[in-house]
């Protein structure tokens, strides 16, 4: 497995990333554009895990912005092809994501979310040291 960070696209990434995300959420219309849009997006970073085949197995994004109260990030979009979970590739990914954080943008309010059904995933983050908070999130689609 080889791990890296995207800074541009190829046509079978677009396609592996577009693979992925409806694994994440078949719902969400998840488009090329939009995957180039993160890619080239100043304050998106994303981490994927590529095969032997260099295809992209497993993803995790990493959103940084500044607030009044400090800068801020938010891991999205962590998920990883069901016939590679199992494997320690989402905690590779996750780990990357902290480990940059740190190095690079620390100090900073590392955040993510996730359905509570995502069992698996939900005791992952817990492990990594991520700590529950008792908050609400609300969303508006625009």
Do not use: W
């Amino acid at each position: 497995m080889r791990y890296l960070e995207l800074c541009t696209l190829t046509g079978s990434q677009i396609e592996d990333l577009l693979g992925l995300m409806k694994e994440l959420n078949p719902e969400i219309p998840v488009t090329a554009q939009m995957q180039q849009r993160a890619v080239g997006a100043s304050g998106t970073r994303i981490f994927v895990a590529e095969n032997d085949e260099k295809h992209i197995v497993g993803c995790a994004t990493l959103c940084v912005f500044e607030s009044p109260t400090g800068r801020k990030a938010s891991v999205e979009d962590v998920v990883v092809l069901p016939a590679y979970q199992g494997q320690g590739i989402g905690r590779t990914l996750l780990q990357r994501i902290i480990d940059f954080a740190g190095t690079k943008l620390s100090p900073i309010d590392l955040r993510l979310t996730s359905k509570p059904s995502r069992v698996e995933a939900n005791a992952l983050y817990q492990a990594l040291g991520f700590k529950q908070r008792e908050t609400n999130v609300y969303q508006m689609n625009l």
